[in-house]
């Protein structure tokens, strides 16, 4: 391990009730430059797991971070009626009608071919949970963005009729309801990196409102299609890209703040991470939608 390795830059999003520190270090340690998912226990059929992962923004050096899959508040029918709702309420909206128009004329230019469809980091469908509270938005997001990918992929699979996608999640949140709603739309559910892994240079990947870790580590996959937020959302007031995804301030317009002036090596790999990307890439920016993280810039391969 490198000795400037700094333990509060890892298990970023991980409760310590859940996993200790210690067990995290540990964890890194023995697995050292290996990418993988390890469940630790499983209690009241919810896996409590340690997922590393190889962090672009510090040159690949592996991170780690734990996380334990959610209580399910809805049943799979609740679910399934839920998610029909905003797939009819998504398609009515100007943003997909914007995309679709887009995706459309990408497909058909045909420069552009799908093999699979990835989606990482929707949060839970079935759940509401938001640590002890309850919080029904978590939730409605989480349908919302099913809804975008469901509509994105099955427009692929019609401009494609020989060639369907595949479809795949990863959200290392998902319980057993989740992973049989996502099964009944014909989206096999992987394990922390087999969705970073299976995205090429012929995928689309959806990244809804995604941790910068997350966003980086799918840009250096060079998907075709790339569906999210907004790529230069990791500017610093400086239009130097930042590092990291904690702590942001904003000004009065919204726009994000550097918490600290300096600009380290760190910043400098993630800059060069997604001007690699774009430099190969264009983007389109849609039509707001009432849920802004759920699909906000199309970037797509250039010609
Ligand atoms: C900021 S939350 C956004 C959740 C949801 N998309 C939304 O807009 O409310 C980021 C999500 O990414 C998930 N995530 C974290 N690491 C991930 C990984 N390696 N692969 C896929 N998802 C990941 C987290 O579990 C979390 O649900």
Known sequence: MSDTFDPEDIAVYSDPEDVDLET???????????????VLRVNDGRRTMICSMKSPRDDGQLCAFSVTEMEPTSTLEE????????LDEWKESACWKDLETV??????????SVDNCVLLGSGCVSSAKFGDELIPETRERS????AVFYSVASL???CQNDKPPKLYAQEPSFNNVDR????????QCVDHPVGFDVITSNSFAYCPGAEQIVDLRCFQ????????????LWHDAFGRLRSRFEAIHCDARGKMLSRDEGYSPEDALCAQVVQ???????NHVLPKHKHGVAATWLIYKKE
């Open 24 to 38: 995290i270090m540990k964890y890194i340690d023995d697995n050292d430059d290996k990418e993988g998912t390890e």
């Open 79 to 86: 679910i399934k009626n839920d998610f029909a709702k905003k």
């Open 103 to 112: 995706l459309r004329r990408l497909l058909s230019e045909g420069h552009i």
């Open 143 to 146: 349908l919302v963005q099913f």
């Open 156 to 158: 692929i699979g019609s």
């Open 180 to 187: 049989e709603f996502c099964n009944s739309l014909g989206i």
């Open 221 to 232: 996959q060079n998907p075709a299609l790339y569906l999210g937020g907004e790529a230069d």
């Open 276 to 282: 690699n990307f774009m430099a190969t890439h264009e």
